[in-house]
């Protein structure tokens, strides 16, 4: 028999719970304020955005949460997804290091975005809820919640960053496969939308307060966060689960760095997290890094402070690394990369030195995605290329150094809708823009004085 490359798991061990990092951190994480009082939130002020069950997620201390089961029989269709170990990419590299990594591609949405979209969806249908808003970066958010509103007989409205908007047509075509209506962003819909010109180019920020704008004012209507608060980071932990018990699988004892992109921080968190925690019990020591882009660099030259979650300052603050609820980075094709805040939870973290970061610029990251294409067939989203591009870095280190390093990776989704981005790599029109230090500061100098 030749050597195993997928390390499975069985329908019958999907995670029956979700992992709560909160429950074992050194120290608790700062709450989130409300944007007028400026005191601690508490769950009557999130009550007009979401439902009991998920605010409760997300100011829970229990280590952890019981995933219900008609949420687990949708997981079924996709999960447990596969650790897949990547020989052929290794042989190509010439590296010693052992490269794995967990695909969430094979998700109906094809990223790990399904995994918080269908509770989500599911607390809200069992509350009356009829429909749903939201934001949309690349468009694969979007999917995953009109799937799961497609599921559960629930509304959805999406509005996408007007840039994702105008270059990847075919995602809002998925979307409306699923029956969401999709909106180019900033729109003439809502009130914060008609104080930006039309043909802005947008941003995740703007996006989320034109959704949150919406659903605040009709109790039937809710909102739906694709990333960086709590509960998301909370659902997304099924990846590093079941990552550890296939690497388990795999014969390894633990894994020596875990990488992840980071947008919001959430498919990053859910590997990450259970990693965490098996590190804290003193049960393995991995490097866990996270990678973002050059052009969008929140943990590795953003501040962290107390900020809005959007560009309309509706929502509470939270303390995150920031650039700025109003910076609007430069159009890359990573669209989910592209937001101006990390997850206070990943923040908090990386504040505290329990994980690393790095930053590298989009044409690194193709350049490596298509190399690994050629060796394991699969096209990354080009959110995911920042892990791959991360990886490659550190297995050509390994070569040159003698070791033999242990390296999981979260691939987050596949890019077989972002064929125009790969398309601009090979034509070599893809440019790089990194943020200078004058657009840096122009964008932290409008975040509150908390
Ligand atoms: C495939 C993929 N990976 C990563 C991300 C980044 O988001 P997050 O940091 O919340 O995982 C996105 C966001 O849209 C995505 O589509």
Request: charged share 20%.
């Amino acid at each position: 028999m030749g050597e195993q490359v997928r390390f499975l798991l069985d329908e019958s061990e999907l995670p029956t719970h979700w992992y709560n990092i909160v429950a074992d951190l050194p120290t608790p994480p700062p709450p989130p304020l409300h944007p007028g009082t400026r005191e601690p939130v508490g769950p009557d002020d999130l009550a007009a955005l979401f439902p009991p069950e998920l605010i409760a997620q997300e100011v829970t201390g229990d280590r952890f949460v019981e995933i219900p089961e008609p949420v687990r029989d949708v997981y079924r269709q996709y999960r447990p997804s596969p650790l897949i170990r990547a020989r052929r990419w290794e042989r190509a590299l010439g590296t010693p290091a052992r490269i794995y990594y967990k695909y969430e591609g094979v998700s109906p949405a094809g990223s790990h975005k399904t995994n918080t979209s269908v509770p989500q969806v599911y607390y809200n249908s069992i509350n009356g809820i009829t429909k749903l808003t939201t934001e949309t970066g690349a468009g694969q958010w979007g999917t995953a919640l009109g799937y799961a509103c497609a599921l559960f007989g629930l509304e959805c409205e999406v509005w996408q960053v007007g840039t994702s908007f105008d270059t990847k047509p075919q995602r809002r075509t998925l979307i409306e496969v699923f029956g969401a209506k999709v909106h180019r962003s900033p729109s003439r819909l809502t009130e914060f939308g008609k104080t930006l010109p039309e043909d802005h180019p947008g941003s995740l920020g703007i996006a989320i307060s034109e959704a949150v704008e919406v659903a605040a004012q009709d109790d039937a209507i809710k909102y739906s966060l694709g990333s960086v608060l709590n509960h998301v980071l909370l659902h997304q932990t099924v990846i590093g689960e079941e990552a550890l018990k296939q690497l388990a699988l795999a014969g390894e004892s633990g894994a020596d760095l875990v990488i992840g992109c980071a947008g919001g921080g959430s498919n990053f968190a859910g590997l990450a997290f259970p990693f965490l925690r098996e590190k804290l019990a003193g049960n393995q020591s991995p490097r866990i890094l996270a990678v973002e882009p050059s052009s969008c660099p929140t943990l590795t030259r953003g501040e962290y402070r107390y900020d809005f979650g959007d560009a309309g300052g509706m929502t509470p603050l939270l303390k995150m690394y920031t650039l700025g609820h109003d910076f609007v980075p430069s159009p890359i094709h990573a669209g989910g990369l592209r937001y101006h805040a990390m997850a206070p939870l990943v923040s908090h973290v990386v504040n505290e030195g329990l994980i690393d970061a790095a930053a590298l610029h989009q044409s690194e990251c193709f350049e490596v995605a298509v190399d690994f294409a050629r060796a394991e067939g699969i096209v990354a989203a080009p959110e995911s290329s920042h892990a791959l591009a991360q990886a490659r870095r550190e297995a050509l280190a390994a070569k040159e150094n003698g070791t033999e390093p242990v390296i999981v990776i979260g691939l987050s989704g596949h890019g077989l809708l972002e064929l125009g981005a790969y398309d601009s790599y090979l034509a070599g029109h893809l440019e790089d823009d990194p943020l200078s230090d004058e657009a840096l500061a122009a964008a932290l100098a409008n975040v509150p004085v908390v």
